[in-house]
């Protein structure tokens, strides 16, 4: 909200971001595969609301509504703001208001209302199921935590958190955040694709307007591409960009559907993870016998999904670093 809006976010209960996340679960609900005979069938858009059975018409125009209200009122927001001068830079649409010096018309203020709304709704759920990811990742396999955390104090020391800047400079951190994404990928069948021409897969013939789900998951889980796939393992990709790529080619889809957002989901994915394992030991809850608990691998359905349960504690490494982690935070309010 802070990237795309200049909005900040006052807590979990803000009805702003409520609503955020209302339409966005309202979107993954409808773009799930199989979830409305009309996918099947399309000529039954054309029944009337009011026809037995036909309650997906009047979902769709609720949840349309409630998707058009919600990111033309936030565009509105960020524009009187930019307007009145009271903009917190930089944003998105503060900045591609004030490159256009006021002459922006109003086909060019739909279009940034649309990228806006995409930015933000690309990056809801699926950077959060990625952070939950890399917590349970570190719950599971503390030897990764603890070898990520070595490299950051050797690179970047005590006296400050990673930035942006330090990312080339720290290859192991950038191997853990690219095994999350192989090892239990968001969006495991990725997203619904048609083709614009017939193709030919192997010995299969698929016509024109076929529609295809790329199945992530068996890509990123293949044997004879990744040996040991449900071991949590950085160190496959010898912190080569080249060998990490090969994974985010394919978490963040491919052709003209991927994922316009990847760089700033990973820059942005990059700082929690790096900040967090600069100042936190990321440790298991106990029961009440003083035992860990380890969560188990477990995840919802959906065409993003996100972990059941990373019950744990953040544990400040020490003081200073308590007192780093505050300061950042309370820096962003």
Not at 103 to 117: I, V
Not at 197 to 219: A, R, T
Not at 272 to 287: E, Q
Request: overall charge negative; aromatic content about 8%; proline content about 7%.
């Amino acid at each position: 909200m802070l990237v795309v809006y200049g909005y900040t976010v006052e807590g979990a209960e803000d009805p702003i971001i409520a609503r955020a996340y209302e339409v966005m679960d309202n979107f993954l609900a409808t773009v799930s595969p199989g979830a409305w005979l009309v996918d099947i069938i399309p000529q039954l858009k054309y029944l009337p609301s009011w026809t037995p059975g036909a309650t997906f018409l009047t979902t769709a125009k609720a949840r349309r509504k409630l998707l058009n209200t919600h990111y033309r009122t936030m565009y509105q927001w960020s524009k009187e703001n930019s307007e009145n001068g009271t903009a917190r830079m930089p944003n998105l649409c503060a900045s591609v208001l004030a490159q256009a010096e006021g002459k922006m018309t109003p086909e060019m203020e739909e279009s940034l209302t649309w990228a806006a709304a995409s930015v933000l709704g690309g990056g809801l759920d699926s950077n959060i199921s990625t952070i939950l990811s890399f917590i349970l990742a570190m719950l599971r396999f503390p030897d990764v935590q603890k070898k990520a955390q070595a490299e950051i104090h050797n690179v970047v020391g005590s006296e400050r958190l990673p930035e942006i800047s330090d990312r080339p400079s720290l290859p192991y951190v950038r191997s853990v955040i690219t095994e999350v994404y192989r090892w239990l990928p968001i969006a495991p069948l990725g997203f619904v694709h048609a083709l614009t021409e017939d193709d030919i897969y192997g010995e299969i013939f698929l016509p024109k307007g076929s529609v295809v789900l790329p199945n992530i998951w068996h890509m990123l889980h293949d044997l004879t591409v990744h040996p040991e796939p449900d071991t949590f393992k950085p160190e496959r990709y010898g912190g080569l960009d080249t060998e990490m790529k090969k994974v985010t080619d394919l978490a963040f889809g491919f052709g003209r559907r991927a994922c316009p957002g990847f760089h700033l989901a990973e820059r942005s994915i990059f700082s929690v993870v790096a900040t967090v394992l600069a100042t936190c030991d990321i440790v298991p809850v106990v029961d009440e016998h003083g035992q860990e608990i380890i969560p188990d691998v477990r995840y919802t359905t959906g065409i993003v999904i996100s972990p059941v349960d990373v019950k744990c504690t953040f544990r400040p490494r020490s003081e200073q670093a308590r007192t780093a982690l505050v300061d950042s935070v309370a820096s962003m309010i």
